[in-house]
C-alpha cells in the first residue's frame, strides 16, 4: 500500500491528492497529506519500537484533546485566548474492529499509522533567535500546562514507562559499559572513540546529578501532573500573521510527570541558538535574554501553579535536561542507533556533544541563571 492509499483510509474531508514529508522528527515518520479542496492533514507511523502500544497512545490523545476541547470550551473568548488550537486525531472511514482504539489507528503490516488535524496559517521554528519568539514558545507551555492541568492521571496510560526519570537512563548506560568491558564488541569499539571517551568522562563528573529531580519527587517536594514530555521548540506553533502561539503539536507523550521536564526540556531546545543538530560546538551556548524571555512567558501563563519547591528546582531542572538529552543521545550511539532515527553512524555522538555543550554553558552561567529565576518568580 502506498501512502496515498493509506490516507484514504481515514475520513478526510476530500479525497487525499499528495503526500510529502513533514518536519524532522526523531522518532515516528511524518508526512503532510493535502486533500481535493486543499485541506491538510498530518500522517503518521508511529515507530512501534518505542511506543509499543500504538493503541494507548492514541487513547491517550483522545483523552488530551477531549479535555482541552472542554476546557476551551468554558473559557471567555478574550482577545489572545480565542485562537488556541488542538490537533485532534482523524478517524478511520470504517471501523477496525479493535476494542482498545477501534477508530483512529490503520495497522498496516508492522506499521501504525494514524492522522491528526494540521495547524493551518502556522508554522514552527526549528531555532529560536528572538525574545518575542522565547517569549511565545514559553507561553504556549505555560497555555497547555494550565489547560491539562486537571486532566485526571487515571485517564492517561504509561506508553513510554520511564520517560525523563535521568536514574533510569543512567542505569542503563551504566549497564551498556559494564557489558562493554568484558571483552571486544562494537560497543567497546565506538568506547574507543576520543570523543565518546569526553563523553564518558563528561557524564561521570555529573553522576551526583542524575536523581536531583527523582529524589525531590520521592521527598514529596515536587508532586506530578499531567505533562507535555516533548516540548521542543519545533512542537510549538506560531500563527504566521501575529508571531503568537495557537498550539502545541505532538501529543504522543502527555502522561503524568514532573513540570521541570517540560520547563528544562523547551529551555534546552529553545535557549540554544545553534540548535540541537549544529556540529559547530563553539557555536553551542545557552542563551539567557532567550530563557529570560521564556520563562517570562511561561509564568505568564501557568505562574499561579508553581509552588515554592517548584521554583527551587527550576535551576536543577535546566541544568538536568541538557545533560540528560545527552545521555539519552550517548547511550543509543553506543547501542547501534535503535531509539533515535539518525542519518549517519556518527549522528547521535555528535548530538550528545551538542547537549553536554549547553549543559556545561549553563553551569558556567549558574549566578546569572539562579538570579534571573529569583527575580522573575519573586516579581
Ligand atoms: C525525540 O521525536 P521527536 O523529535 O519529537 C524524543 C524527545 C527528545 C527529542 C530530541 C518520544 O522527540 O524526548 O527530546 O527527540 N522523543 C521521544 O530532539 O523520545
Ligand atoms: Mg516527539
Redesign the pocket.
Known amino acids: 500500500m502506498n501512502l496515498l492509499e493509506l490516507a484514504s483510509g481515514f475520513a478526510t474531508e476530500g479525497m487525499p491528492e499528495s503526500v510529502q514529508p513533514l518536519g524532522d ?4 515518520a511524518t508526512y503532510v497529506v493535502e486533500v481535493t479542496g486543499g485541506r491538510r492533514y498530518v500522517l503518521q507511523r508511529l515507530n512501534t519500537a ?1 511506543f509499543a502500544r500504538p493503541d494507548l497512545v492514541m487513547a491517550n490523545l483522545e483523552a488530551v484533546v477531549h479535555h482541552c476541547r472542554q476546557r476551551l470550551g468554558t473559557e471567555p473568548p478574550t482577545g489572545d485566548r480565542d485562537s488556541w488550537q488542538v490537533p485532534s486525531p482523524v478517524p478511520l472511514k470504517a471501523a477496525c474492529g479493535e476494542l482498545d482504539a477501534p477508530c483512529h489507528l490503520l495497522r498496516h503490516g508492522d506499521g501504525a499509522w494514524r492522522m491528526i488535524t494540521f495547524i493551518e496559517g502556522a508554522h514552527c521554528l526549528e531555532r529560536l533567535q528572538h525574545s518575542s519568539e522565547a517569549r511565545e514558545v514559553g507561553r504556549a507551555l505555560g497555555r497547555f500546562h494550565a489547560l491539562i492541568h486537571d486532566l485526571p492521571a487515571e485517564q492517561l496510560a504509561d506508553t ?1 514507562e520511564g ?1 525523563h526519570v535521568t536514574p533510569g537512563y543512567h542505569a542503563r548506560y551504566l549497564g551498556v559499559l559494564a557489558a562493554a568491558a568484558t571483552g571486544p564488541s562494537a560497543v567497546a569499539q565506538r568506547l574507543a572513540d576520543p570523543q565518546a571517551q569526553a563523553c564518558v568522562a563528561f557524564i561521570a563528573a555529573r553522576q551526583h546529578l542524575v536523581p536531583v529531580l527523582e529524589q525531590a519527587r520521592e521527598a514529596g517536594h515536587l508532586k506530578l501532573r499531567p505533562i507535555h514530555g ?1 516540548p ?1 521548540v519545533n ?1 510549538v506553533m506560531l500563527c504566521s500573521a501575529t508571531g503568537r502561539a495557537v498550539a502545541m503539536v ?1 501529543l ?2 502527555v502522561k503524568p510527570g514532573l513540570l521541570h521536564y517540560d520547563i528544562g ?1 523547551a529551555l534546552r531546545s529553545g535557549c540554544n541558538p545553534a540548535g ?1 543538530e549544529t556540529t559547530d560546538l563553539e557555536a553551542v551556548c545557552f542563551d539567557l535574554e532567550l530563557a529570560a524571555a521564556m520563562l517570562r512567558g511561561y509564568l505568564h501563563e501557568a505562574g499561579a501553579v508553581l509552588t515554592r519547591h517548584d521554583i527551587d528546582h527550576l535551576f536543577d531542572a535546566i541544568r538536568l535536561l541538557p545533560f540528560e ?1 545527552g545521555l539519552r543521545f550517548f547511550c543509543d550511539h553506543l547501542e547501534g542507533d535503535v531509539y ?1 532515527k539518525v542519518t549517519h553512524p556518527r549522528h547521535n555522538l555528535e548530538r550528545a556533544l551538542v547537549q553536554f555543550r549547553l549543559a556545561e554553558s549553563i553551569e558556567a552561567q549558574e549566578r546569572e541563571l539562579r538570579d534571573l529565576i529569583s527575580a522573575l518568580c519573586e516579581s
Not at 522528527?25 to 515516528?28: D, I, S
Open positions: 522528527g526523531n522518532v515516528n518505542v513510554l520517560f516533548d521542543k512542537n505532538d504522543d507523550t526540556d540541537e538529552l533515535f
